[in-house]
């Protein structure tokens, strides 16, 4: 079983750069990060391998976000810079049981409950 808890979201200004964090328990294999938006589907944000030497990004966010993990302290990141209003979300760490690693929600086994995030214009 892998328990996944989320930590660091909050209220930022456009432009600003934020990171949070997703502290996990158990094997995991790739992990990622989706983001569900008020009155919106959950959609993908990043995904990473087990080894952390591969990474996808959904376009939105190429070249702003960054999602990288640290195998010794059991812990994925993602860090947001030039925050965009339209980033505001709900972020949701995703863990998987199989080698699966990609942007499909169903590919991943663990949730976390999630963190807000809100950037003000």
């Known amino acids: 079983q892998v328990h996944l808890v989320e930590s660091g979201g909050g209220t930022v200004q456009a432009g600003d750069s934020l990171r949070i964090s997703c502290a996990h328990s158990g094997r995991t294999f790739a992990m990622g990060w989706f983001r569900q938006a008020p009155g919106k589907e959950r959609e993908f944000v990043a995904t990473?391998?087990?080894?952390?030497?591969?990474?996808l990004y959904a376009d939105s966010v190429k070249g702003r976000f960054t999602i990288s993990r640290d195998n010794g302290k059991n812990t994925l990141y993602l860090h947001m810079n030039s925050l965009k209003p339209q980033d505001t979300a709900v972020y949701y760490c995703?863990?998987?049981?199989?080698?699966?690693?990609?942007?499909?929600?169903?590919?991943?086994?663990?949730w976390g409950q999630g963190t807000q995030v809100t950037v003000s214009s």
């Open positions: 990473i391998s087990e080894s952390g030497d591969s990474t």
């Open positions: 995703a863990a998987g049981s199989t080698y699966y690693m990609g942007g499909r929600s169903d590919g991943y086994s663990y």
